[in-house]
């Protein structure tokens, strides 16, 4: 079942809220519309959302239900116009349950991440270096693929992490999703510094090789999304 939820402009807060449907297996695809998140934030393009500060988040009621392979990928803009995150785990997308499920992709202008967590290896994190410059839109892509992940920028491989025993990604009833910060207990994890375009995540492994051939627009849903 495939489905795409466009979000509303949300309040001065900039957190925005909707609402996924539990379907299995399901994926989501957000479109993002023109959003700023601060007076003073540079103008960028329509049909992308502006994170500037490192509490800027989109939080989504729901979960996803994969099982051994996930494609969590993105179309980002790091802005010379704003400022540069102190932080490593900037995140553009986040399902978390403590101690039973992560799905992640995080990136600034140093770094890629991605991770999940699975039964045998419950940190599967890779890292990586993003050689992305400043003030250009980028495809980006983190690939569970069974017992491999990998990491993509502009349909080029960046790394891969091979691990051994059950590639089963945990899914939980209780997780949340968000697109920006994350709320972790009395804490938060910043936000993704930059302009997203649009974020999909899928229930297969959508790329492998060393090099693939990124969307070049925004990606229609399908039977995997």
């Not at 509490?55 to 400022?83: F, K, M, R, Y």
């Not at 785990?89 to 202008?109: H, M, N, P, T, Y």
Request: aromatic content about 8%.
């Amino acid at each position: 079942m495939s489905q795409q939820k466009k979000l509303l402009k949300p309040s001065s807060s900039y957190t925005c809220i909707t609402n996924l449907k539990r379907v299995y297996p399901i994926a989501i695809l957000l479109v993002l519309p023109h959003i700023t998140a601060s007076a003073n934030a540079q103008p960028f393009p329509s049909g992308c959302a502006v994170f500037s500060r490192p509490t800027d988040t989109i939080s989504i009621n729901g979960h996803t239900l994969v099982t051994n392979q996930i494609t969590i990928e993105a179309e980002i803009l790091i802005s010379s116009a704003l400022p540069v995150p102190t932080y490593s785990e900037a995140r553009i997308f986040e399902e978390q349950v403590s101690g039973l499920c992560d799905k992640q992709l995080w990136a600034s202008l140093g770094i890629i991440r991605g991770a999940t967590w699975v039964g045998d290896n419950p940190n599967t994190l890779i890292t990586v270096t993003n050689p992305g410059a400043n003030d250009v839109w980028h495809h980006l892509a983190f690939v569970h693929d069974f017992n491999e992940d990998r990491v993509y920028l502009d349909g080029l491989e960046l790394g891969t992490l091979d691990f051994s025993g059950d590639p089963s990604i945990a899914n939980s009833p209780d997780s949340r999703i968000s697109i920006g910060a994350f709320l972790y207990g009395p804490g938060i994890v910043g936000s993704f510094i930059g302009a997203i375009q649009w974020v999909r995540v899928s229930c297969v492994a959508r790329y492998s090789g060393a090099s693939v051939t990124p969307p070049v627009t925004v990606p229609s849903s399908d039977a995997f999304t």
